[in-house]
């Protein structure tokens, strides 16, 4: 059932009878209004789809309430009627607004086709104004929006000249839009590379996306730092028809970046060279060059000397964090056997294990093959495991430290928390030495397995005990030592009952 609603407008009962009854035997809903007046009521108590108008009527003529309609109910639709001969009217009547006209008399196909063509015309055009008047709102949202960005925006056409800018630009360039469209781009962006390396020329030349490219701008007898990026701008074809290219000042990034340079060579120098003091004071008065000095004495300069160490190291572990991300590591990789290196390192802690009651193991059962790692990195990352499993575990309890032989396999990719790599593409093929350190201590919680790797952070019980005031970085180097041997760390843990630490490094 159609369920549009038509007003008939005719001072004819008989015709208005007849169209009445011929659109509603079409489906079609109906009302009639004697004359021009009475239709502007029936028009303002409710709603229609289209109205079928007769010229002439007495009080107000049909071309008057087209006008008032037109002016009033601009979506409402109208077809104008009239007799034969009277054309003219009609077709003058639809340069003001009407849709169609029907000339009387009219044969009821005809009516109704018209009427359907009228409907149908009439919600083309309701819908692309509703598109025009939504593409006009998105059209602003979208130049409110670059108005609004703090970055540079800049579109090319392809041939490299501009189509598009936004505010920051024209504050830039000291240019308005007008002035800048049209402009090859590198007249206005002087940077100090070649044109044709900025991003949004790479992108014409290659047909994509240039990312994350740092250049200088020139500003007067400034050089503004900026990270840029650009992509393709397609036509509706997909055709490459330009490029978009958003530039971000980095001025105030770059200037956080010395502060960090800065603090960290005050790190370097300006705290290691008093501590380096202290420790050669204390070594004289342990040595008994400024006078003899009793046990208990010897007993707490020992422990200054060991605060000292403990300095020192936190200081080297945060250059080399600092090194690590900054890319400036050097990394000495050499051919060491697994096994030698493991006990060497382990010897170290025998001594520390017998005093704090702690049984150390080691459950190496089969020859290792060489392996290319750092020795020195290996040695730290080490001794950084087994120092949080002495601390961590108390007396009468055991550390284990265990190595042995594992092929790639989707098993040993399901091992590996997705937390601590996402997205891990892992090699299909391979060997991989895996080394294990165990320990019967207190245990971290599941939930903060993902987290102890990252800097400055610590398991909540172990940060509540008396011996477990770290500097959160041990574990954090760990993971950048085994991130620059392209292997993988992570632990497994039953808090209350000990942890494993897992090391896995690619043989091939």
Same mark, same amino acid.
């Not at 020992?302 to 890319?327: R, Y």
């Given at each position: 059932?159609?369920?549009?609603?038509?007003?008939?407008?005719?001072?004819?009962?008989?015709?208005a009878?007849?169209?009445?009854?011929?659109?509603?035997d079409?489906?079609?809903?109906?009302?009639?209004?004697?004359?021009?007046?009475?239709?502007?009521?029936?028009?303002?108590?409710?709603? %229609?789809?289209?109205i079928?108008?007769?010229?002439?009527?007495?009080?107000?003529?049909?071309?008057?309430?087209?006008?008032?309609?037109?002016?009033?109910?601009?979506?409402?639709?109208?077809?104008?009627?009239?007799?034969?001969?009277?054309?003219?009217?009609?077709?003058?009547?639809?340069?003001?607004?009407?849709?169609?006209?029907?000339?009387?008399?009219?044969?009821?196909? +005809?009516?109704?086709?018209?009427?359907?063509r009228?409907?149908?015309?009439?919600?083309?055009?309701?819908?692309?104004?509703?598109?025009?008047q939504?593409? #006009?709102?998105?059209?602003?949202?979208?130049?409110?929006?670059?108005?609004?960005?703090?970055?540079?925006?800049?579109?090319?056409?392809?041939?490299?000249?501009?189509?598009?800018?936004?505010?920051?630009?024209?504050m830039?360039?000291?240019?308005?839009?007008?002035?800048?469209?049209?402009?090859?781009?590198?007249?206005?962006?002087?940077?100090?590379?070649?044109?044709?390396?900025?991003?949004?020329?790479?992108v014409?030349?290659?047909?994509?996306?240039?990312?994350?490219?740092?250049?200088?701008?020139?500003?007067?007898?400034?050089l503004?730092?900026?990270?840029?990026?650009?992509?393709?701008?397609? +036509?509706?074809?997909?055709?490459?028809?330009?490029?978009?290219?958003i530039?971000?000042?980095? @001025?105030t990034?770059?200037?956080?970046?010395?502060?960090?340079? +800065?603090f960290?060579? #005050?790190?370097?120098?300006?705290?290691?060279?008093?501590?380096t003091?202290?420790?050669?004071?204390?070594d004289?008065v342990?040595?008994?060059?400024?006078?003899?000095?009793?046990?208990?004495?010897?007993?707490?300069?020992?422990?200054?000397?060991?605060?000292?160490?403990?300095?020192?190291?936190?200081?080297?572990t945060?250059?080399?964090i600092?090194?690590?991300?900054?890319?400036?590591?050097? #990394?000495?990789?050499k051919?060491?056997?697994?096994?030698?290196?493991?006990?060497?390192?382990? @010897?170290?802690?025998?001594?520390?294990?017998?005093?704090?009651?702690v049984?150390?193991?080691?459950?190496?059962?089969?020859?290792?093959?060489h392996?290319?790692?750092?020795?020195?990195? %290996?040695?730290?990352? #080490? @001794?950084?495991?087994?120092?949080?499993?002495?601390? %961590?575990?108390?007396?009468?309890?055991?550390?284990?430290?265990?190595?042995?032989l594992?092929?790639?396999s989707?098993?040993l990719?399901?091992?590996?928390?997705?937390q601590l790599?996402?997205?891990?593409?892992?090699p299909?093929?391979?060997?991989?030495l895996?080394?294990?350190?165990? +320990?019967?201590g207190?245990?971290?919680?599941?939930?903060?397995?993902?987290?102890?790797?990252?800097?400055?952070v610590?398991?909540?019980?172990?940060?509540?005990?008396?011996?477990?005031?770290?500097?959160?970085l041990?574990?954090?180097?760990?993971?950048?030592?085994?991130?620059?041997h392209?292997?993988?760390?992570?632990?497994? @843990?039953?808090?209350?009952?000990?942890?494993? %630490?897992?090391?896995?490094?690619p043989l091939e």
């Amino acid at each position: 059932m159609n369920k549009d609603k038509i007003l008939i407008v005719d001072d004819e009962a008989d015709i208005a009878l007849i169209l009445k009854l011929q659109l509603e035997d079409s489906g079609y809903k109906t009302v009639r209004a004697r004359d021009g007046i009475e239709a502007l009521e029936h028009i303002a108590r409710e709603r %229609f789809n289209l109205i079928l108008l007769d010229i002439k009527m007495p009080r107000m003529d049909g071309m008057q309430v087209l006008d008032r309609v037109r002016k009033d109910y601009p979506d409402l639709g109208v077809v104008m009627m009239t007799a034969h001969g009277s054309e003219a009217i009609a077709v003058e009547a639809m340069k003001k607004g009407a849709i169609d006209y029907i000339s009387k008399p009219f044969s009821t196909d +005809d009516l109704v086709k018209k009427i359907e063509r009228a409907i149908q015309n009439l919600r083309t055009q309701q819908e692309n104004l509703r598109l025009s008047q939504q593409l #006009m709102a998105e059209q602003q949202k979208m130049g409110a929006i670059l108005r609004g960005m703090a970055d540079i925006l800049i579109a090319v056409d392809s041939k490299g000249r501009i189509i598009t800018a936004n505010h920051q630009a024209e504050m830039l360039f000291g240019m308005s839009q007008e002035k800048l469209l049209g402009t090859p781009v590198e007249e206005v962006l002087r940077a100090d590379i070649p044109p044709e390396k900025l991003p949004c020329m790479v992108v014409l030349n290659t047909s994509a996306p240039s990312l994350d490219v740092s250049y200088n701008i020139r500003w007067g007898k400034k050089l503004i730092p900026v990270l840029s990026s650009a992509t393709p701008l397609l +036509d509706g074809s997909l055709h490459l028809c330009g490029s978009v290219e958003i530039i971000r000042d980095i @001025s105030t990034l770059k200037a956080l970046e010395q502060e960090r340079e +800065d603090f960290v060579s #005050m790190l370097s120098h300006d705290l290691k060279t008093p501590i380096t003091a202290i420790v050669g004071s204390i070594d004289l008065v342990r040595e008994g060059r400024l006078g003899p000095i009793k046990g208990e004495q010897v007993e707490y300069l020992e422990s200054a000397m060991e605060s000292c160490t403990e300095m020192v190291d936190m200081i080297d572990t945060l250059l080399d964090i600092h090194k690590f991300e900054a890319g400036k590591m050097v #990394m000495l990789l050499k051919s060491e056997e697994p096994n030698h290196l493991i006990q060497k390192i382990v @010897s170290r802690f025998r001594p520390v294990a017998k005093r704090a009651e702690v049984k150390l193991i080691t459950s190496i059962k089969e020859t290792l093959p060489h392996v290319q790692i750092d020795r020195s990195k %290996f040695a730290r990352l #080490m @001794s950084n495991l087994l120092s949080n499993a002495m601390r %961590f575990t108390p007396a009468g309890g055991e550390i284990e430290i265990g190595a042995h032989l594992l092929r790639a396999s989707a098993d040993l990719k399901r091992r590996i928390p997705e937390q601590l790599y996402p997205g891990l593409e892992f090699p299909a093929k391979g060997r991989f030495l895996q080394i294990f350190i165990r +320990d019967t201590g207190i245990g971290i919680a599941k939930e903060e397995l993902a987290n102890i790797f990252d800097r400055f952070v610590q398991a909540t019980n172990r940060r509540k005990m008396k011996n477990g005031g770290g500097s959160g970085l041990g574990l954090t180097f760990c993971r950048k030592v085994m991130d620059a041997h392209h292997g993988h760390v992570w632990a497994e @843990s039953d808090e209350g009952k000990g942890s494993t %630490f897992f090391l896995l490094i690619p043989l091939e």
